[in-house]
């Protein structure tokens, strides 16, 4: 089966550091990937693990361990524009299809 | 770039109507998908084509039907509209493989009265 799960909301302050965990359990599992949402807008694509370790982009980090089901994001020197819906994502059976958690929505305040 | 359009941002229907959404992309991308979005419940996958009129059923298929006769158009189609299918409808295609992005249109909020 596959089941993608992550916090529903976070909170925290501009300059700050936050990592949003997500955890999943899927067979054939062999990557993850992290998108950014705005309210009322469309996802876009953040970053995308198929080794264990870390890939830093800029600000955005993102981990990934596939023995223990478990990835990352994490976000340095927050800022206001940071708020948004943060989408763990991985590949579903087969391979095709993209399977979303349900995301974190992530609050910055000053 | 690549661009996702969606024919709609915003459509009311009536319960009972039948509803095409339409979406093209640009870039001669292989995969395409249709997600609804919810509060709480995030993207679900209704259906997915990987080619040029194949298809496969994503996770809640009942009451959508898909046609791509084109490799760059794929639309969703709601048989009979239901008061239960009120949401966002968000369209993606990818390249053709398996790890790869996914670009999304901008949405269209469908709303069954």
């Known amino acids: 089966g596959q089941n993608i799960d992550q916090p529903t909301e976070m909170t925290a302050t501009e300059g700050a550091i936050v990592q949003i965990n997500c955890t999943y359990q899927?067979?054939?599992?062999?990557?993850l990937f992290w998108y950014q949402q705005h309210a009322g807008e469309a996802p876009t694509f953040l970053s995308y693990n198929v080794l264990d370790g870390l890939e830093e982009k800029g600000r955005f980090s993102s981990f990934l361990s596939r023995s223990k089901g478990y990835s990352y994001l994490l976000l340095k020197e927050l800022q206001m524009k940071d708020s948004a819906s943060y989408l763990c994502?991985?590949?579903?059976?087969?391979?095709?299809?993209?399977?979303f958690g349900a995301g974190t929505r992530l609050f910055v305040k000053a | 770039d690549v661009k996702v359009t969606q024919s709609s941002r915003y459509l009311v229907k009536r319960t009972g109507e039948k509803v095409f959404l339409e979406c093209v992309q640009d870039m001669d991308h292989e995969n395409m998908f249709w997600y609804r979005q919810d509060p709480g419940l995030g993207l679900r996958l209704i259906y997915f084509s990987y080619d040029v009129k194949m298809k496969e059923k994503g996770d809640i298929p009942e009451g959508y039907s898909v046609s791509r006769e084109k490799k760059e158009r794929f639309s969703l189609i709601l048989e009979s509209a239901s008061t239960n299918q009120t949401s966002m409808y968000l369209c993606?295609?990818?390249?053709?493989?398996?790890?790869?992005?996914?670009?999304f249109g901008q949405g269209t909020r469908l709303t069954v009265v």
């Open positions: 994502a991985g590949p579903g059976t087969g391979g095709f299809k993209t399977i």
């Open positions: 993606a295609s990818s390249l053709g493989g398996i790890f790869t992005e996914a670009f």
């Open positions: 899927t067979s054939g599992f062999n990557g």
